[in-house]
């Protein structure tokens, strides 16, 4: 008996049946699934590689030789004949959006286009599956297509429409691209004032609104764009589980929920929702969003949330805190001015002595601080606010993180290992391609010899978890893992390596994606590598990733996915559907 999954003939037996070793008197505590035959990575310093692994009440068992394993076999085993593929532990992500994720392919998604003309031509698709007057609203338009700064026009949409409102978010969030309906709906004029930590992108001659709100400045809009119900959001929830487990993904870090003031969250309650009914086959940790506009009063309400989210059987104790924007539009906080315009260098978007004051409170009850830092002045904020906390806490249980770090100047890329900070990049980020065009124009050639310094601050001691900011970018942690290596993309596009003396090696790349990541996250104890004791979170891959060219490594396939034993993916599976 048995199932085949994939190219190398992953086949599902049970003990004691035609074509399995019988076992003539099974031990005192037989396995409930045992994975066999293949390169067992496990990424244990102490037992670096194994060759079969056994499963117990959801628990690894044990890891050893086949024969090892083969003495934990009893006639209810469930064995998995791994024919040469290779065992991985499960990857965790440490950066994601879930909800903004899965919503973005249920309303009119721009993701698939490659152009402005193809933007132009799923918009008119939407007009037309949804006829009326009412706005029409998306996400998914990348910023490398309209250079120099990322900024598209109101007419480049009302090219498409002139009567009904839309609105488009970018694939990163930072910004709404909208036509001329869609600023009278809101009331947005060259007379309306931009909003603290906020930009209208404004003509230069006659101050009128170009098409685009940056940053705060998108919630001038946020008024008239119907909100997501929780039925809405659950099933968003539970399609990036589906999407995530298909691409060998069992624990996330959710970067940002928001709340009301008293302790309310309507993400919270969505993924309540999903988890009762059974389908969340995932760990997850939530951050909860800091309130730029706000100072440390807000507290109080975030210990609401956590609390509550605790009652929920969920980690809320991450707090997120949006430092700064992107670089193309110059929201970014840079050291230097940019480089196509000297007088402007960004800003962080929460004081100092305001940012200070927060990590300073919250970091004694346990809360983790995870910082959004793109520009250099800005992760040098964070570094800076993290090493006077520091002197007075114990980093190994708050583990403060660092997210994006596009640009690091040199002298603080020692200060995460010295000062024990995480640095959370975005592997995939790191290649030539339009928006890092964009990123280049505005930084210019010095600066870019410091664009995602991965390599360098492992040289400084510090520790480096990845996770893909998805929707931002591809969920793929293999896509991820060979740009890593290689600083090239994925798809084979014909583009030099971007710094390729920031490469890491492949085994620091499935590290980042694996035991240091679920350590960023909290739950190392429990996952993140194939150990004793720890759940079986692991995934099944038709190649062993040592073995093959490393621009290869992207176009590997998992076969299956285990969450605490489970199988919960295999390859030939229904693919995770948008939710409606």
């Not at 995932?282 to 506009?293: C, F, G, K, Q, R």
């Not at 346990?366 to 520009?375: D, L, P």
Request: glycine content about 10%.
């Amino acid at each position: 008996m048995g199932h085949k999954f994939g190219s190398i003939g992953l086949i599902f037996v049970a003990a004691g049946v035609s074509g399995c070793q019988t076992v003539a008197t099974p031990p005192m505590e037989s396995a409930d699934l045992v994975l066999r035959g293949g390169a067992v990575y496990t990424v244990d310093d102490k037992n670096p590689w194994a060759e079969a692994v056994a499963v117990k009440d959801g628990r690894i068992l044990a890891v050893g030789t086949d024969e090892e394993i083969a003495a934990l076999t009893g006639v209810r085993t469930e064995v998995v004949e791994l024919d040469g593929g290779m065992l991985l532990p499960a990857f965790n992500d440490a950066h994601n959006h879930p909800v903004f994720g899965g919503m973005a392919y249920s309303t009119c998604s721009l993701h698939a286009g490659k152009s402005i003309a193809d933007y132009q031509q799923i918009i008119r698709r939407c007009l037309a599956e949804k006829p009326g007057d009412g706005m029409i609203y998306g996400v998914g338009w990348e910023d490398g297509l309209f250079p120099p700064k990322g900024i598209p026009t109101r007419e480049l949409l009302d090219a498409v429409s002139t009567t009904r409102p839309l609105i488009f978010k970018s694939v990163g969030g930072h910004s709404y691209w909208m036509n001329s309906a869609a600023f009278a709906l809101t009331g947005i004029t060259k007379e309306t004032q931009d909003p603290p930590g906020g930009l209208i992108d404004r003509d230069a001659k006659t101050g009128e609104p170009v098409g685009t709100l940056q940053e705060s400045a998108r919630a001038l809009a946020d008024p008239f764009i119907p909100p997501p119900t929780i039925e809405q959001q659950r099933d968003a929830i539970l399609y990036t589980t589906r999407l995530f487990n298909s691409l060998g993904i069992t624990s996330w870090h959710d970067a940002g929920i928001g709340y009301g003031p008293d302790g309310s969250s309507e993400i919270l309650d969505a993924y309540a929702a999903a988890k009762s009914g059974g389908q969340l086959s995932a760990h997850v940790s939530l951050a909860i969003m800091w309130d730029n506009e706000r100072k440390t009063d807000q507290i109080a309400d975030i210990v609401k949330v956590t609390e509550r989210a605790r009652t929920l059987g969920f980690d809320a104790t991450a707090i997120k805190f949006y430092l700064d924007g992107v670089i193309p539009q110059h929201t970014a906080a840079m050291i230097e001015p940019y480089s196509n315009d000297p007088h402007d260098h960004g800003e962080t978007q929460i004081p100092k002595e305001v940012l200070l004051a927060a990590v300073s409170q919250v970091d004694p009850m346990g809360y983790q601080s995870h910082v959004h830092a793109i520009g250099d002045a800005a992760t040098r904020e964070a570094l800076d606010v993290f090493e006077a906390v520091g002197k007075q806490a114990d980093y190994n249980k708050t583990r403060p993180m660092i997210s994006h770090l596009n640009i690091i100047d040199p002298a603080d890329q020692p200060r995460f290992g010295k000062i024990g900070v995480t640095a959370l990049f975005q592997p995939l980020w790191s290649v030539w391609e339009p928006y890092m065009r964009l990123t280049a124009e505005a930084v210019g050639d010095l600066r870019m010899q410091t664009i995602y310094p991965t390599a360098s601050v492992l040289k400084g001691g510090g520790r480096i978890a990845y996770g893909a900011d998805w929707p931002v970018a591809s969920a793929n942690p293999l896509q991820g893992i060979e740009v890593a290596v290689t600083r090239m993309p994925p798809d084979g596009t014909d583009e030099p390596p971007l710094l390729a003396s920031e490469a890491v090696t492949l085994a620091q790349a499935i590290r980042s994606y694996t035991l240091d990541s679920a350590w960023t996250n909290k739950i190392d104890d429990r996952t993140g590598s194939i150990m004793p004791g720890k759940f079986a979170d692991m995934i099944v891959l038709n190649h062993n990733l040592f073995k093959i060219p490393q621009t290869e490594i992207g176009e590997a396939e998992v076969l299956a996915t285990y969450f605490g034993g489970r199988l919960v993916y295999r390859k030939g599976a229904v693919k995770a559907k948008a939710p409606n």
